[in-house]
DNA sequence: TGCCATCTTAACACTTTCTTCACATAAGCA
DNA sequence: TGCTTATGTGAAGAAAGTGTTAAGATGGCA
């Protein structure tokens, strides 16, 4: 939980979006809230939170037909907040894929620990050791830095956002759509010339020979890969 | 204990809060009261104090509660100010991370050391080395005094505490937003214009040449950072 | 009250970053 | 091989972010 992390608030109830958002600011979250499950959809497709609070109970459509839109899209944790009394919908809702549930009234620690855990299940390993050193290539997550052959390089926020999440999925191959959801959100058009020229800026910078990339592979048709160790 | 420490006083009784405030503040320190649990959090949040004198018996919720509940969000030094024959109370509120206590009545040398410890314990290192010193940048964290070619350069409150706050995390990246968090507090708009003409005046007080200089580097898009040694 | 130091805000020039375009190069396939 | 599609790259303009000056607001203090 930190100053990068954005949580999306859907709920109804104005005083509990209110003390939520005043809570979940001051211990660093950025909030966003929706009063109905369309503008919750919405909101999430444009804004690419980190996690979601999802209320069960809102006024326009089912708290799970939410819960499902976003997960054919995401994989982004999504804890239900849920009133007594709607146990069956609080499980339909985790077999729908949520991550974990509240049941009110709460107490705001345990939110903000339950919180901590569905977030800390997705922080992926490498960025918890704060640095990554793979042959001359080094970088130090916590002081923003970048080494190459011992020489410190100058990446642009978007490009060391780009490679962080290559880093974190080393081995896998990232689509074009993903990373550009992951990056841009889910309002950008599937245009990936911009991807294009970043990655060619950022194989230029940590790349020996950008025609024979060592990091960071293309697979055509797909989108690219950093290669594992 | 100085010109900026900013004391959180929550305290029920009017009497004791005269009483303390004057004392506090003819010993350099500012404070800012509440005369309940809900409004000392709500202060808390806002004003981001140094230092908070918690008394467990409050009208409205418990001390305990008032003291987790800030717990949750930060690690500010806070002391317990307790009646006789709330024994209880105080290790209880010593366990959910109290830095110390003190019974009524007490005298206010007693209160003034116990502080000056409290907020010793929580200076960082570079601090607690009570000076700095680079090439031709020396600091006096004890004196409050910054010096630049030995010559002795006026810093006004923010701008110390923010050099202070750079040198404290020297080589790492902080956001605008945790800047200002931890200068100005939680209330204040994500506005970092301000921010900005605090740089430029401290730049212009301690660099050479403000253009490229030689301790706080921007990083842009991201923060600024204090250039490691 | 008026003075002084400090802080905030607005305006604008300047710099960096991002997007887009045009075209070169490479890969996949019959 | 020749064709089509996909990817890489340089350059230019747009957009966003930053530095700087100065004027106004604020608050402490004699």
Known sequence: MNDNTKVLLIEDDKNIIKFLSLSLETNGCKVISAQSGIEGISLFMTDNPDLILLDLGLPDIDGSEVLSQIRTQSDVPILIVSARGQE???????????????????????????????????????VKDKVFKMDSLYIDFEKYKVFVEEKEIHLTPIEF?????????????LTHSFIIKKIWGYNT???????????????QKIEKDSSHPRYIVTEVGVGYRFVEE
């Open 88 to 126: 069956k919908e609080k499980v339909e809702a985790l077999d729908l894929g949520a991550d974990d549930y509240i049941t009110k009234p709460f107490h705001i620690n345990e939110l903000l620990a339950r919180i901590r855990v569905a977030l800390r299940k997705k922080t992926p390993q490498v």
């Open 161 to 173: 956002k780009l490679l962080v999440l290559l880093i974190e999925n080393a081995g896998k191959v």
């Open 189 to 203: 058009c599937e245009d990936s010339q911009s991807l294009r020229v970043f990655m060619a800026n950022i194989r």
